[in-house]
C-alpha cells in the first residue's frame, strides 16, 4: 500500500526535540517574513514545559510526518478545569499551504469538544501573524488584549539596583502540597480557573522559584521567577498589589544573578508597562490573547508563558 503524504498521529515524548527544532524553523521563517531578525537557538533536549504538558494533557498532543516520517507539525492543547487552550500549533513552512495546520488545529479542538463542561476557548499568538488571527477568530477566539514581551539586560558585574516599593508581606518559598490548594482557590477568583499542575510543576523544579505572599494566613498573591530570568505569571488578589508584587519579583530576580529579565505585560495595564519601561526595559515583541470569552484580570495577573497563559 502506497504511503500517504502525510500522516497524523498522537504526539509521544520521544518527539519533542523534533518539535521543538521545527517549531523555531516554522517561527524564525514567520519572523523572516515579518521583516524581524532570526533567533539564535540551541536545543540540547526536551523543553521543561512542552514536557509537562505532553505528560498532564498527553490525549490533547498531536504531530504530523512526512513520507520521510520526518515531523512537520505539531499541536498542542491543554484543559485546565472549563478552560482548553492552545498551547502549541506550528507547521513547516513548505507544508503551511498543505492543510496540515488545519488538521493538527481540528485535531487539538476535538479534544476540547471531547470534554464538555469546556467553556473558555483561548491561546496566543504572533500579532504579526494575521493568517492565524484569522484562522482563530473563525473559531471564535477573537483577539482580547496585547501581551508585550519586555526585556531588560545588563553586564553581570555592573545589575541594576533594587527597585523601591516592593511586596512588604511575609514571602513563602517553600510551597506544599496543601499551600497548593489554597492557591488553587486563590486562582478561580484571579483567573477564574485554577491550574494547580502549574504549582506542583514550579514547586518542584530546581531552575523555578515560586513566591507566595502572606498576611497571616490570606494569601495576597504569587510570582513566579525562573534561573533564566522569565518572570511570571504574578498574581495579586487586589489591583494595588500587583505592581509592588512585581517589583519583588524583579529584585529576587537579582538575587538569583540574573542578566537579563523577560515578562510579558498585558498592554490593557499602562501602570505596569510604564514601570517596566521606567527600569530600562524595552519591547522585544508583542503577541495577542485570544479568546472565547474574557478572562484572568489584567490589574490583577501577568502572564508567564504564552504557551499557558
Not at 109 to 129: E, H, Q
Not at 289 to 307: C, K, N, T, W
Request: charged letters at 25%.
Amino acid at each position: 500500500m502506497k504511503k500517504p503524504a502525510i500522516t497524523y498521529r498522537a504526539a509521544r515524548a520521544s518527539d519533542l526535540v523534533p518539535a521543538q527544532k521545527m517549531i523555531m524553523v516554522s517561527f524564525n521563517d514567520l519572523r523572516k517574513k515579518s521583516g524581524m531578525a532570526r533567533i539564535k537557538y540551541k536545543i540540547t533536549g526536551p523543553d521543561p514545559w512542552m514536557a509537562h504538558f505532553i505528560k498532564t494533557d498527553p490525549e490533547g498532543a498531536f504531530a504530523a510526518f512526512d513520507k520521510q516520517d520526518r515531523l512537520i507539525g505539531y499541536a498542542q492543547a491543554l484543559i485546565r478545569e472549563n478552560e482548553w487552550y492552545l498551547g502549541f500549533l506550528f507547521v513547516l513552512p513548505e507544508f503551511q499551504s498543505a492543510g496540515v495546520g488545519g488538521r493538527l488545529l481540528k485535531r487539538a479542538l476535538d479534544y476540547g469538544r471531547r470534554n464538555r463542561g469546556i467553556k473558555r476557548w483561548a491561546l496566543a499568538t504572533f500579532a504579526y501573524n494575521p493568517q492565524a488571527i484569522a484562522i482563530y477568530s473563525k473559531h471564535g477566539m477573537t483577539p482580547q488584549s496585547p501581551l508585550i514581551a519586555m526585556v531588560r539586560k545588563w553586564d553581570e558585574k555592573r545589575p541594576p539596583r533594587p527597585i523601591k516599593g516592593g511586596c512588604t508581606a511575609r514571602v513563602v518559598t517553600e510551597i506544599d502540597h496543601k499551600l497548593i490548594g489554597r492557591l488553587t482557590a486563590f486562582d478561580r477568583k484571579v483567573r477564574g480557573i485554577a491550574r494547580p499542575e502549574e504549582h506542583f510543576l514550579w514547586s518542584d523544579t530546581d531552575t523555578i522559584y515560586p513566591l507566595v505572599f502572606l498576611e497571616g494566613r490570606r494569601i495576597l498573591g504569587y510570582c513566579v521567577v525562573t534561573k533564566g530570568g522569565s518572570i511570571g505569571p504574578i498574581a495579586a488578589s487586589r489591583p494595588e498589589l500587583l505592581k509592588p508584587i512585581l517589583i519583588s519579583a524583579l529584585n529576587y530576580g537579582l538575587v538569583l544573578g540574573h542578566t537579563r529579565q523577560l515578562i510579558q505585560a498585558v498592554g490593557e495595564n499602562v501602570e505596569i508597562v510604564r514601570l517596566l519601561m521606567d527600569n530600562s526595559f524595552r519591547i522585544e515583541e508583542t503577541s495577542l490573547v485570544m479568546a472565547s470569552e474574557r478572562f484572568a484580570d489584567p490589574q490583577r495577573y501577568i502572564p508567564g508563558h504564552l504557551a499557558h497563559y
